[in-house]
Antibody, heavy 118, light 106 residues
Framework: QVQLQESGPGLVKPSETLSLTCTVS?????????WGWIRQAPGLGLEWIGT???????DYNSPLKSRVTMLVDTSKNQFSLKIRSVIAADTAVFYC???????????WGQGILVTVSS | EIAMTQSPASLSGSPGEKITLSCRAS??????LVWYQQKPGQAPRPLIY???TRATGVPARFSGSGSGTEFTLTISGLQSEDFAVYYC????????FGQGTKLEIK
């Protein structure tokens, strides 16, 4: 059973860097699959932030590209997300997901609420 | 960017009823479309991918159809656990989601 779990600070100050980690269990992150981050602002819809392959290749959502970095750590079976220079509008529930063929998310973490506020 | 538009924004249904939700893409996405179900406080769950293929464990009362720019999700025989928000998402060109349809009990 594939399981994903997000971790990281629930509160980040404006202009600082949001950092989250996703720990995968029940499946090797080195297997031929893609991994991603999706966010959902409170009461609003879903936005795909980016995807990463175990090889390290990434693809980011254009509006966020200048502020986002995703990395993979195969030794820990984890991948991570950093968003720089955050603003209040970055407040959201962040989900880490598996997207087997860089298509749709078939497994999701439970989500973590990150609030941007001073 | 491909824009996805769902209709209606909200819908009321009764247990046992058959309902249809719609999703329209601003340009063709072929069959690269997935439907998700999201309940309060939970992550979305995939129901239908490739426009018409049920995901593992999804009951047969859920069905999807369409290709190109017009898609539908049909629930035949609503059950109490089906009241939730439904999102469509295309993966033909990057990823974009519809704004969701909230299905409520009548």
């Amino acid at each position: 059973q594939v399981q994903l779990q997000e971790s990281g600070p629930g509160l980040v100050k404006p202009s600082e860097t949001l950092s989250l980690t996703c720990t995968v269990s029940g499946y090797s992150i080195s297997s031929d699959s893609y991994w991603g981050w999706i966010r959902q602002a409170p009461g609003l819809g879903l936005e795909w932030i980016g995807t990463i392959h175990h090889s390290g290749s990434t693809d980011y959502n254009s509006p966020l590209k200048s502020r986002v970095t995703m990395l993979v750590d195969t030794s820990k079976n984890q991948f991570s997300l950093k968003i720089r220079s955050v603003i209040a509008a970055d407040t959201a529930v962040f989900y880490c997901v598996r997207a087997p063929n860089a298509d749709y998310a078939d497994y999701w973490g439970q989500g973590i609420l990150v609030t941007v506020s001073s | 960017e491909i824009a996805m538009t769902q209709s209606p924004a909200s819908l009321s249904g009764s247990p046992g009823e058959k309902i249809t939700l719609s999703c329209r893409a601003s340009q063709s996405v072929s069959s690269s479309l997935v439907w998700y179900q999201q309940k309060p406080g939970q992550a979305p769950r995939p129901l239908i991918y490739d426009a018409s293929t049920r995901a593992t464990g999804v009951p047969a009362r859920f069905s999807g159809s369409g290709s190109g720019t017009e898609f539908t999700l049909t629930i035949s025989g609503l059950q109490s656990e089906d009241f939730a928000v439904y999102y469509c998402q295309q993966y033909h060109n990057w990823f974009s989601f519809g704004q969701g349809t909230k299905l409520e009990i009548k």
